[in-house]
């Protein structure tokens, strides 16, 4: 993954929606050392992760008794013009669920959804720049959306967010595509047939750790669960798993530290 600034549409932001907050930060303080700074009543107690001294996240307690969806990691993509790009949303086959919202000083936010009914955080920067680490262990490493719709969804990213498509694979068992040639890439799209019915679509976050079968225990001592074995790829050892709350990511070995 690179951390190239200028790709259009990279992800600048990741954040967890989930039912209990005081569960989730204990559980993923116990898993990756990450600590929170709390931004107060008049940002909803939204409360920013740092993974040692740099900002990687946010998370959130949900509303009680909103339909706020399952436990989940959010990612949000780089636009100059939050209501220019849920405009194009609207436009292009997709739906506006949050519509633009500025947050103070620090930017302006909007939720879509895609075709396949994933939704994508879009922000446009103000005072606060996003993420301040990748590619570490405790820190974002890739970002995927896995999707049932990908002719669709690839047309989506290229049209709303200006993606630059680069085909990995395009054969019936393997259909990939990356904003960014692999050099520079900074997020994938996968068409992912097996989903059950009416899952919609949906980002998986990759988060790094130094060693990614002690984490796979540590995740399960600490009540989560085990979605896909550690397995091997071209770009390290990774699974997929739930937090004690459902919420799915990655952890995959850190490329750096």
């Keep these: 993954m690179s951390e190239n600034s200028s790709q259009p549409g990279r992800p600048i932001w990741v954040d967890l929606s989930t039912t209990d907050a005081d569960k989730a930060r204990a559980f993923y303080t116990e898993l990756f050392g990450w600590t929170y700074e709390d931004t107060g009543a008049d940002f909803g107690h939204y409360n920013l992760i740092k993974n040692g001294t740099a900002y990687i996240g946010g998370l959130m307690g949900k509303v009680p008794g909103s339909d706020a969806g399952p436990d989940a990691w959010t990612v949000y993509l780089e636009t ?38 994933a939704a994508t955080g879009a922000w446009q920067q103000g005072a606060f720049e996003g993420i301040q680490s990748l590619m570490v262990a405790g820190a974002p490493c890739w970002f995927e959306l896995l999707t049932p719709a990908y002719d669709a969804t690839v047309d989506f990213y290229r049209d709303v967010f200006g993606w630059d498509i680069v085909p990995m694979g395009d054969s019936d068992d393997f259909r990939y595509a990356t904003n960014g040639p692999e050099e520079t890439a900074t997020a994938g799209i996968w068409q992912v047939d ?21 984490t796979a225990r540590r995740i399960v ?37």
């Design 80 to 117: 100059p013009d939050v209501a220019a790009t849920c405009d194009k949303a609207a436009a292009h086959g997709g739906s506006v669920p949050v519509p633009p919202m500025p947050i103070g000083a620090l930017g302006t936010m909007g939720v879509v959804t895609d075709p396949g009914n």
């Design 194 to 214: 097996s989903l059950p019915e009416g899952q919609p679509g949906y980002w998986r976050t990759y988060l790094g750790t130094a060693d990614v079968e002690a």
């Design 221 to 257: 001592e600490l009540g989560g669960s085990v979605i896909s074995d550690v397995q091997d790829s071209p770009y390290g050892r990774f699974g997929e798993f739930t937090d004690d709350q459902g919420a799915r990511f990655v952890a995959i070995a850190a490329p750096r530290g």
